[in-house]
């Protein structure tokens, strides 16, 4: 299964009539294009959108005198993939904007004033070396963070372990709900369904909670309406009427934030009606493990250590009548009931969980999510009852609150009450990005002993405040304002810095902050015949040069290549990426027999997998990557915090019992939209046409209680800062909810960043848990005024 996004960025293909293109675009003719023929002097080059979309769409390009002039979808092996939508076309401009970077920057005003001198690139790469080499040896290697945007698809593999720096992407991102969810199914990264979503059309209910998924993955969208189509009831759980919401059969509107409340509802009523699989929960879950009653700790052979298939649980083994370890021969498990052992008192995880739920009653549920208690009811009957059930979440509705590892836990004990984990038309987690499909285990570049990394010392968000070591910061995209809330605290820590530098091929807004900025080329760009690599939706793709780097432009290959030489060290790296990706192609995975350099090139970049025909399916054998093998549903180490079983809690900020919601009474939420990705595209023009600036969007009760025209200029604030945007007035957005997409550069705004306002404050006991603490955006309590 993919498990990273680092080398993978959530995955690619769409369905057409979504887009609002004319119909002739989609006749056959346009998708096998014989146009390249007619004219010699245009060459055909294959590659994939790098875009971190949730898409993966794979092009086949027309370059006439060495311009790029058409993008079409490549043929896929499975044809099912060969997409492209807007933000992918309108490269044919974006690609040439004037927001390129043009040349080698050098700063001369303050940080933050975006004064700038053009330099050599021989200047840039000196001053920078020579920098880090000194940081390194003061300092240590340590002093040096690389901060990159998820979007890059080369991130520098070997820079930081030259230096032995440290190296961060979307750290505190999109991990909220994955915390919940994968301390009971193992770590997979970023919590994704079980299956793949070509699965969706054997699922008879499908659930997306707060999951844009016809905007967020648009490629996806075929296997949504497959589904639809087979039968499935689609249900979308979001505050705000979605494009998603518009398509299924059942939007059911949300209090913000109140997500786990919910599913703790739905647990109860799946207990209250004996809607749960015994058989299920004693063979494959932690259910029938005993719990102590004195320390709220699992009862094992040695409770001295760790749990674990060697030290293993204890359940109640009904044949003898004892407790037995859950492993041993023989034993049947008992689900129910409270028991002494050894003058212990215990009871079942599964019993346990039971008296927890008695304060989750229906009528609660309803009250905290304000979703009609017979609503609550016929969803839960819909995702028990009818068949296999998926569960689908995204990243942007429950994760970005400091509350998600609540909704996580819930959804993971929801599948397991129900089965649906390890399922034919089954799943629970994110269903974005294609996030689950066959994959195969490419080789490394391996480099001598002495060069590693230092592992990230801490969420990067958290060295803004506590003690750390790192003197520079080698930002790699737009981290500055993409990978952070609460803009002013990152604006006070980039003071503090010694050395800031920004590789990226547009002046993003991280630029004004940088002592040295580097113009990196587009994924279009190379200096070399190929590219780049990467496993995704089963698939090899392979990404050629299309065109030479745009103005002084350097791909990140050749700047890390370029950088290690200037560091003396970059004997050790590979020569070309070509080289690169031969001995990443060198693994002796069978998924990757017959797949070679040559073999892509003739297969114009994409290859399947040696893996079989039918969608991917996760934990089919009921086992499990924990401890005891099992679905793990009480957590232990979070007995301390109340959280050994889901227990609701309040969001972090936005709710109404926090007072602050008196001076502040508006939830402000920053959604993903089909016009961008995050920050890109907001200077695409022809998708501007279209998108025209960022527009605060509020309902018109609230707008109205202002004052507030429709167009109107307003100011968004609390005590962390402001900006100002037009506004719109919209009845898609629940009253006391405002909303403004992700992503806006500083200078299309009216006034400020939306960052300026979103909240930062981490929840402390998620430090605990695999992914730490999630920055909450979302979280956030704001005031709009008309000005
Ligand atoms: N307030 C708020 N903030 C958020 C979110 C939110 O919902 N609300 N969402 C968060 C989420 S989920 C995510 S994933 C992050 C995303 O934020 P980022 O990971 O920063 O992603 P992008 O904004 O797409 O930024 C990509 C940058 O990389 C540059 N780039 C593109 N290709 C290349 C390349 O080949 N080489 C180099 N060197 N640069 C390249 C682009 O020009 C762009 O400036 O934002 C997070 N920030
Ligand atoms: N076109 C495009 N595609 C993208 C991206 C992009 O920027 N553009 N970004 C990619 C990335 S990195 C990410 S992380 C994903 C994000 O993908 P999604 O998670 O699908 O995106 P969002 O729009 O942030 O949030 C999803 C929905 O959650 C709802 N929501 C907000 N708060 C709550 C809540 O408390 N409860 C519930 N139930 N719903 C709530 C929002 O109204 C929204 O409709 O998209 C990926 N795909
Ligand atoms: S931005 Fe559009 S074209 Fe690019 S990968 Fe995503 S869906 Fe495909
Ligand atoms: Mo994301």
């Known amino acids: 299964m993919n498990i990273s996004r ?82 992918g076309l309108s490269e044919l401009e974006r690609i040439y904007s004037p927001d390129r970077l043009q040349t080698p920057l050098k700063r001369v005003g303050e940080r933050g004033e975006g004064k700038f001198v053009p330099i050599s690139w021989d200047e840039a790469l000196t001053t920078i070396a020579n920098k880090l080499k000194e940081l390194k040896s003061k300092h240590g290697g340590d002093s040096i963070l690389f901060s990159c945007s998820s979007t890059v698809e080369y991130g520098y593999p070997f820079l930081p372990s030259l230096l032995g720096a440290q190296f961060a992407i979307e750290s505190g991102i999109d991990i909220g709900l994955a915390n919940g969810l994968e301390e009971c199914i193992g770590g997979q990264a970023y919590g994704y369904v079980q299956n793949e979503t070509s699965d969706w059309v054997n699922s008879r209910t499908i659930i ?69 699989q015994q058989d299920y929960l004693v063979q494959n879950t932690s259910a029938p493990f005993l719990v102590r009653e004195d320390n709220q700790q699992l009862l094992k052979v040695n409770d001295a250590a760790e749990g674990g298939e060697k030290n293993p649980y204890l359940v109640w083994d009904t044949n003898s009548g004892s407790a037995r370890p859950f492993n041993a021969a023989g034993v049947k498990a008992q689900l129910e009931g409270k028991f002494t052992v050894n003058g212990i008192k215990v009871k079942t995880v599964f019993t346990s969980l039971k008296e927890n739920q008695k304060q989750y009653t229906v009528k609660w549920a309803s009250e905290k999510t304000e979703i009609p208690e017979e609503i609550i009811y016929g969803l839960t009957s819909d995702y028990a009852t009818r068949g296999p059930a998926v569960l689908g979440w995204g990243f942007g509705g429950g994760d970005k609150w400091a509350n998600s590892d609540v909704t996580g836990h819930a959804g993971a004990i929801l599948g397991a009450l129900t089965g649906n984990i390890g399922r034919v038309g089954g799943s629970v987690g994110n269903a974005l990005y294609h996030g689950t499909s066959w994959s195969a285990k490419l080789g490394t570049w391996e480099l001598p002993e002495q060069f590693k990394a230092t592992p990230l010392q801490m969420t990067t968000q958290d060295f803004r405040e506590k003690p750390n070591n790192v003197k520079a910061v080698i930002n790699i995209g737009n981290t500055l304002q993409q990978h952070f809330a609460n803009l002013s605290k990152t604006i006070d820590w980039i003071h503090t810095l010694d050395f800031v530098v920004t590789i990226d091929p547009f002046h993003n807004p991280s630029v004004n902050f940088s002592d040295i900025v580097l ?31 745009f103005h002084k432009s350097k791909s990140d290959f050749q700047i890390e290549k370029e950088l290690a030489a200037k560091l003396g060290l970059d004997q050790y790296l590979p020569k070309t990426p070509e080289e690169y990706q031969r001995a990443r192609l060198n693994s002796d995975d069978p998924a990757l027999k017959g797949i070679t350099i040559e073999a892509l090139i003739k297969n114009n970049g994409i290859m399947r997998l040696n893996v079989p025909d039918e969608p991917y399916r996760g934990f089919m054998d009921q086992k499990y990557d924990t401890p005891s093998t099992k679905l793990e549903l009480y957590h232990e180490k979070m007995a301390e915090d109340h959280q050994a079983l889901p227990t609701f809690d309040e969001p972090g900020e936005a709710s109404s019992e926090n007072s602050l919601s008196k001076k502040y009474p508006l939830q402000f939420s920053q959604a993903h939209t ?73 200078k299309h705004m009216v006034g400020g960043n939306l960052q300026n306002v979103t909240n930062d404050q981490f929840n402390p006991r998620q430090y605990k848990l695999r ?11 704001v005031e709009v005024k008309k000005i």
Request: glycine share 8%; aromatic share 10%.
């Open 6 to 87: 680092r080398n993978f960025i959530k995955a690619g293909a769409t369905g057409t009539a979504a887009l609002g293109l004319s119909g002739s675009l989609f006749s056959k003719n346009w998708f096998q294009t014989a146009a390249a023929k007619e004219e010699s002097k245009e060459k055909l080059a294959f590659t994939y959108h790098t875009t971190n979309c949730g898409g993966r769409c794979a092009f086949q390009c027309t370059v006439r005198e060495g311009k790029l002039v058409k993008i079409v979808p490549n043929n896929w092996t499975d044809k099912r993939f060969s997409t492209v939508c807007l933000k």
């Open 208 to 276: 997306y909670l707060g999951c844009n998924i016809l905007e967020t993955t648009l490629t996806d969208s075929k296997f949504f309406f497959k589904a639809k189509d087979a039968g499935a009831k689609i249900i979308v759980i979001d505050p705000t009427y979605t494009t998603t919401a518009s398509k299924a059969n059942q939007w059911i509107g949300i209090k913000p934030g109140t997500d786990a409340a919910l599913l703790l509802g739905m647990i109860s009523l799946i207990l209250e009606n004996n809607w749960y």
């Open 519 to 549: 113009p990196a080329s587009t994924s279009f760009e190379s200096e070399y015949e190929i590219k780049n690599m990467q496993v995704n939706r089963s698939h090899v793709l392979l990404s050629q040069k299309v065109i030479e780097p």
């Open 674 to 746: 089909k016009y961008r990705v995050h920050s890109q595209f907001t200077n695409a023009k022809w998708i501007n046409q279209i998108d025209q600036g960022p527009k605060l969007e509020i309902n018109p009760k609230d707008a109205k209680s202002r004052g507030i025209q429709n167009g109107e200029i307003v100011e968004v604030f609390n005590d962390r800062g402001s900006f100002k945007a037009h506004c719109k007035l919209t009845e898609a957005l629940r009253p006391g909810q405002i909303r403004l997409y992700e992503g806006w550069w500083t």
């Open 771 to 781: 992914y730490g603490p999630v920055i909450p955006y979302n979280d956030t309590l």
